[in-house]
């Protein structure tokens, strides 16, 4: 079964960059047909998804996102992490991450991890 898990910190000041990586278990993020992406939810509004990165290490980002926000991965570690550039208090939401399969959509969960902006 394959597991999913974000860390980072879980509070980050204005201007700074959140940084937050899963930590994959189970299932190897190099396996073919599937997508590994971030998504978010702030308080009291939708789900929202932020990017990914495939199998392959090729990487898709949200159109409104897409100027601060970085997806990358280490392979050694099975890891891939999400870096979002001048955060703002608009940015404060629970992160999660979460597997995809090609065709057939979100598989698995991480368990989220709140981060919130303020100094």
């Known amino acids: 079964q394959v597991q999913l898990q974000e860390s980072g910190p879980g509070l980050v000041k204005p201007s700074q960059t959140l940084s937050l990586t899963c930590t994959v278990s189970?299932?190897?993020?190099?396996?073919?047909?599937?997508?590994w992406s971030w998504n978010r939810q702030p308080p009291g509004k939708g789900l929202e998804w932020m990017g990914l990165?495939?199998?392959?290490?090729?990487?898709f980002y949200s159109p409104s996102l897409k100027s601060r926000t970085s997806i990358f991965r280490d392979t050694s570690k099975n890891q891939f992490t999400l870096q979002l550039s001048s955060v703002t208090p608009e940015d404060t939401a629970v992160y999660y991450c979460?597997?995809?399969?090609?065709?057939?959509?979100?598989?698995?969960w991480g368990q989220g991890t709140q981060v919130t902006v303020s100094s």
């Open positions: 189970g299932g190897s993020i190099t396996t073919n047909n599937y997508r």
């Open positions: 979460v597997r995809s399969e090609v065709g057939w959509g979100p598989r698995d």
């Open positions: 990165i495939t199998d392959t290490g090729s990487t």
